[in-house]
Nanobody, 116 residues
């Protein structure tokens, strides 16, 4: 079955960096768009970054443009989110996501806390 497992979260100071990883299995990775979402306490889940399955195109939320970079490794079926210049507003649970035939699949998330 489809599995998405996030890792790499933690506590970081403002201005710091983290790399999140998402290990995937159970589907044909190269066929699917891969996404990172986040949900802060008391807020709705929001799309942070997307990586297309074709052509290597990426897209980002305005709030993270220029600071975050999504990448994917089709050989390893992995997705990454490089996060630089982190701000307290980036504190959230981060989720890996893909949609297959109108069904959304999610990992359990990894917590990122940006605080001094």
């Amino acid at each position: 079955q489809v599995q998405l497992v996030e890792s790499g979260g933690g506590l970081v100071q403002p201005g710091g960096s983290l790399i999140l990883s998402c290990a995937t299995s159970g589907f044909t990775f190269w066929l699917r768009v891969m996404n990172w979402y986040r949900q802060a306490p008391g807020k709705e889940r929001e799309l942070v970054a997307s990586a297309s399955n074709i052509g290597g195109s990426t897209d980002y939320a305005d709030s993270v443009k220029g600071r975050f970079t999504i990448s994917r490794d089709s050989h390893k079926s992995m997705v990454y989110l490089q996060m630089n210049s982190l701000e307290p507003e980036d504190t959230a649970m981060y989720y890996c996501n893909t949609r297959i035939y109108d069904t959304d699949y999610w990992g359990k998330g990894t917590l990122v806390t940006v605080s001094s």
